[in-house]
């Protein structure tokens, strides 16, 4: 309800035609070799919404899912795959700086998560290199959550 309609369509862009620009452009490019992997990245919000007030991001990383199952569908007949990685919180130095500000959040969200901690952003990049592999040759619409299991746990 307090989200500004400017802050809304600003997260849209960022997220969804920033994913949809980037496609719409190597698409192509991946159709005339016959072959290539999308790889969009989203959020384990996506699939669990999030008690925060965070709207428009969670609906933008829902709407990057919708794209990569379209796209998956569409582009398969011509060798061009699409899968999304829906990470959980990542350390990188916004999330940190932020919960360093309040240690009441970084303990609520560390108590969410079996794991007890955060990931790191190479834990990621290996899922994204496993998918740009040919290992992943018949991986094609997947939202694959690396999140350490706060999806699956029940708080």
């Known amino acids: ?28 490019r991946m ?4 072959s290539g992997s999308i790889i969009n990245v989203s959020s ?27 796209l998956a569908v ?8 699409a899968n999304a990685i829906l990470p959980g919180p990542v350390e990188t130095p916004l999330l940190m700086d932020w919960l360093l500000k309040d ?9 969410r998560n079996p794991t007890g901690r ?5 834990e990621v990049v290996a899922l994204a290199v ?7 040759a018949w991986t094609n619409g997947a939202s694959l959550v690396v999140d350490g299991g706060i999806s699956v746990n029940y708080f």
């Open 44 to 70: 384990f919000v996506a699939i669990l919404g999030c008690s925060v007030p965070q709207d428009a991001y969670t609906a933008s990383k829902g709407a990057v899912l919708a794209l990569t199952r379209s």
């Open 1 to 28: 309800m307090d989200t500004p309609v400017e802050a809304w369509d600003q997260v849209m862009a960022v997220n969804v035609r920033g994913v949809y620009l980037a496609c719409k452009h190597a698409i192509p």
């Open 103 to 111: 240690e009441e959040a970084k303990k609520i969200r560390l108590a």
């Open 118 to 122: 955060f990931g790191k952003a190479e």
């Open 31 to 34: 159709i005339e070799r016959g």
């Open 74 to 81: 569409q582009f398969a007949p011509h060798g061009v795959r």
């Open 130 to 136: 496993y998918l740009a592999s040919d290992e992943s």
